[in-house]
């Protein structure tokens, strides 16, 4: 059964599952950002032989369960790293129960999480990246104003919502349900990442030592990550030819939206997602 890493984009999912890696699959706990064990969901390959219009939602959809189904064929507990909402496309579920384990949720406060976006995904300002996180019907994975110049294997629609419908439909996923906080990761990242050590302990029966925590712990820190990027790259990242500098790993505790965001943008935020946010201590 799957372990869904889940959460809206650029709210530290990659952080999370960097430490997952480490401290699950690394008998010395330590941090490989370019070969974690953790795939993400969808991938072409997961629909190959169900169909054949991989930007096409209605289609896609239709098989969001067989092709779980067919990933658990084996029996056997799974993580998958999703941006992808927990949505119900018509008549069609992205998934269940009989295919679920459980959710790891990693949330990010919205006022921050627009840097980001504006950042990664090449916003000409801050008006742009605001509709992005406003978008009900928001995808990200396809161009579909653009025919594909290659076959890719994240090459495939994933439908994200708004920031606000992501973050509802998987709250109301209630089977062993983790919620986790950015900005604890970045205030006590200890604490946080014991949250998940615990889940893991106490849900899936797993054991781990206190020496190879602390090495996960450490070897994935903010800063850590942002390095080995700079020196070995991170081949997950983006590649945008006019902007061939885009870091994945860019401000991190330094993004502040009281210091970088302009106020009628953040009250515009906070009015749109209040109840959430509030819910959520951000405001």
Not at 65 to 93: A, E
Not at 114 to 126: A, M, P, R
Request: aromatic letters at 14%.
């Amino acid at each position: 059964m799957i372990v869904w890493l889940a959460s809206y984009p650029k709210s530290g999912n990659t952080w999370v599952r960097s430490f997952l890696s480490s401290l699950m699959d690394r008998e010395d706990g330590l941090a490989n950002l370019n070969s974690m064990s953790i795939p993400q969901y969808p991938l072409r390959a997961h629909f190959r032989g169900l169909v054949n219009e991989f930007d096409n939602i209605k289609l896609l959809s239709k098989k969001w369960i067989s092709s779980q189904d067919f990933l658990n064929l084996d029996n056997k507990i799974k993580f998958f790293k999703t941006h992808h909402v927990m949505c119900n496309f018509g008549k069609n579920s992205f998934t269940n129960y009989e295919n679920t384990f459980g959710v790891i949720y990693i949330v990010r406060d919205p006022r921050n999480v627009i840097t980001s976006i504006l950042n990664y995904y090449s916003k000409k300002n801050y008006e742009e990246a605001k509709e992005f996180l406003f978008d009900e019907g928001r995808i990200i994975g396809v161009d579909l104003s653009k025919k594909y110049e290659y076959e890719n294997d994240n090459n495939i629609i994933t439908l994200i919502s708004s920031w606000k419908n992501h973050y509802n439909s998987w709250k109301n996923f209630k089977k062993n349900f983790l919620l986790i906080k950015y900005e604890n990761l970045i205030n006590n990242e200890r604490n946080e990442f014991l949250k998940i050590r615990n889940y893991l302990e106490e849900k899936l029966n797993l054991k781990f030592s206190d020496n190879k925590f602390d090495a996960a712990i450490s070897s994935n820190s903010f800063s850590k990550l942002k390095k080995i990027e700079e020196i070995e790259g991170f081949s997950e990242n983006v590649k945008i030819q006019s902007k061939p500098d885009v870091k994945f790993f860019n401000l991190g505790p330094k993004n502040n939206y009281k210091n970088l965001l302009d106020k009628k943008i953040s009250k515009e935020i906070e009015k749109m997602f209040h109840s959430e946010m509030k819910e959520l201590g951000y405001i």
